[in-house]
């Protein structure tokens, strides 16, 4: 099958890839039941004419804006920070979590001078804090973010949240509330002009399952 007869579709490897895969059936793409267990990052499934690239959620977007995917699966979260040139074409409603301040407990803000906020997302993180008026120190970490304030390396610490579980088996608490996050249905800008019709049906089918109905006519 020729790569133009394919859409190339990027999804996060993680917690989200499962249930982009589940919404993608119930829209009934014939995805096949050994699909989850692969090890491949490159699968092909030409009974549904779609070709998926598995990769780290951050990257997702990176993928679809140099057009190496045509749409592809991210988070509200890797949206912002990423800042791509793409189009955000639906809300899946999937992932639900948002993204949170904390801190040790018995953490006092008040003492602070420019403290130190470690995170994954650091231009979120520091747009954020520039809207609040508050002056403080970006510190970029890969993972383990709860670490940082127990070691002293950070005063506070910018995470998503699902539970909480983790903050609280590290002696963390909650400070503030920041934003809802739901993973998003992207698409490269050009790939919606040269496959807009593949694309389109796609949207559509995964509009009816999420919302119970197709797009309206625009």
Known sequence: MMQEDLLTVAMPKGRIFDEAVDLLRKAD?????????????????????LRFILAKPMDVPTYVEHGVADVGVAGKDVMIEEKRDIY??????????????????????SHEVAPKIASKYPNLTSEYFRQKG???????????????????????????????????????V?????????????????????KAAMIDTMVDRLDEVINGKGREAE
């Open 88 to 109: 955000e074409v639906l809300d899946l409603k999937i992932s639900a979590c948002y993204m949170a301040v904390a801190a040790r407990k018995g953490y006092n803000k």
């Open 174 to 194: 909650e400070i503030e509330e920041m934003i809802q996050i739901t993973s998003r249905f992207i698409v490269n800008p050009v790939s919606y002009r040269t």
């Open 29 to 49: 793409y014939p995805i096949p039941p050994e699909f989850e267990d692969s090890r491949k990052l490159i699968i092909d499934v030409p009974e549904a004419n």
């Open 134 to 172: 508050e002056q403080v120190e970006i510190i970029k970490l890969n993972g383990s973010i709860e670490l940082a304030p127990i070691v002293g390396l950070a005063d506070r610490i910018v995470d998503i949240v699902s539970t909480g579980q983790t903050l609280k088996e590290n002696g963390l």
